[in-house]
């Protein structure tokens, strides 16, 4: 059974400066602007702060920023709504130990209905006390898991349950749209909504979208959601495309979504020559293998967004004849010093 998460309802927000934050949510606190009980969102790539507001208030509140000297822009986004301003941590102290206390990750995965905490191996025996803590700041949490490894090709958690019901199906919802998935079957990071929903703004009605090593499809639904685009989604995992299958019957979209069960390889073989408008690359270990084929079936002028790891500095092999470099952005950071990027590639043509 599917469970609508109510962590996945969109929020009106204003959008500033990190320098700005402290002086922008006092002024929006004093205003009675701001929404009680939600915490505001850094995003540490791109030194912003997202702060919830009341709704019908972003013009007023960005208005009223400006007056008091700060730039803002509204937003909306989906935000983590605690209970009376309380953490998980909040919880346990006094019940766990100092010592393993300070070692418990401060921030978890909220997926649909299912939380999902990376503890330490010697910890996860304090397992049920976390996940208990964790569902009290979050009542629509059913099930809590700590992750192990992510393993093989389908990038797939291993997980152990430490807390609530046996529950690995959900839906997750960001930007308001509706994704169906099993956290044990299939690859899903929900840290990465705002680059699907960014990546989804640049999309034109009636382009041809190639969405390579798509997962669930969330890049494919946020583009079909607003736009009257065809997508092509290509996973090898044959649960991603079910469950986008799932998820292309709970929304309501505006364009079309192909599915398609295969290797990337395979589908790159047989696709036409210049076909696609647009392709996404996101299988950030090895994405740049598949530049030149992709390159192949993407026409002149067509947009390639390819992500790719790196450390402090993104290293990127030479890039092929034909091809212009637009951007290279910090896209997640995935541990100290490690970071996803994302790349803008155009393909140029000589006429
Ligand atoms: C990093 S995840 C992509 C996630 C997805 N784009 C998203 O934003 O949620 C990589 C995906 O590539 C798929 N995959 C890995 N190797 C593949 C291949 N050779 N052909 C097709 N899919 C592949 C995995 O099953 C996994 O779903």
Redesign the pocket.
């Known amino acids: 059974m599917f469970e609508i998460s109510e962590a996945g309802r969109l929020t009106e927000c204003v959008e500033v400066e990190k320098f700005y934050a402290e002086k922008a949510l006092n002024m929006l606190r004093s205003l009675g602007i701001l929404l009680p009980n939600a915490a505001a969102k850094i995003d540490r790539v791109s030194e912003v702060v997202r702060i919830p507001i009341h709704s019908s208030f972003s013009k007023t509140a960005v208005d009223l920023l400006k007056n008091g000297g700060i730039p803002s822009k509204p937003c909306v986004d989906v935000f983590k709504v605690s209970s009376r301003g309380m953490k998980f941590t909040d919880f346990l102290r006094g019940v766990l130990p100092g010592d393993v206390l300070e070692r418990v990750p401060r921030s978890y995965q909220h997926i649909g209905c299912i939380a999902i905490i990376h503890l330490p191996e010697d910890l996860v025996g304090y397992g049920s006390v976390v996940g208990e803590a964790i569902a009290r700041v979050s009542p629509n949490v059913r099930a809590v898991y700590t992750s192990l490894t992510t393993e093989g090709?389908?990038?797939?958690r291993k997980l152990r349950k430490i807390w609530g019901e046996d529950v690995t199906e959900t839906i997750h919802v960001e930007y308001g749209v509706k994704i169906a998935l099993d956290v044990e079957k299939?690859?899903?990071?929900p840290t990465?909504s705002y680059?699907?929903w960014r990546v989804s703004e640049e999309v034109g009605d009636s382009e041809v979208v190639l969405?390579?090593?798509?997962?669930?499809?969330?890049?494919s639904l946020h583009i079909a959601l607003k736009r009257s685009a065809t997508c092509f989604a290509?996973?090898?995992?044959p649960w991603?495309s079910i469950y986008l299958a799932k998820s292309i019957g709970l929304n309501k979209l505006k364009g079309r979504i192909v599915p398609v069960f295969?290797?990337?390889?395979?589908?790159l073989d047989l696709a036409e020559e210049n076909y696609f408008n647009r392709a996404?690359v996101?299988?950030?270990h090895?994405s740049f293998e598949y530049l030149d084929s992709v390159l192949r079936v993407v026409s002149c002028r067509g947009t390639i967004h390819l992500?790719s790891i790196g450390g402090e500095e993104l290293h990127t092999p030479r890039l092929p004849e034909g091809v212009k470099l637009l951007e290279v952005r910090r896209v997640l950071e995935y541990a100290p010093h490690k970071y996803i990027y994302g790349l803008k590639i155009s393909k140029t043509c000589s006429q």
């Open positions: 090709e389908f990038r797939v299939v690859y899903f990071n990465l680059e699907h969405d390579l090593f798509s997962g669930v499809g969330p890049y290509v996973d090898s995992n991603a295969s290797r990337v390889e395979d589908f996404i996101d299988l950030p090895r992500y």
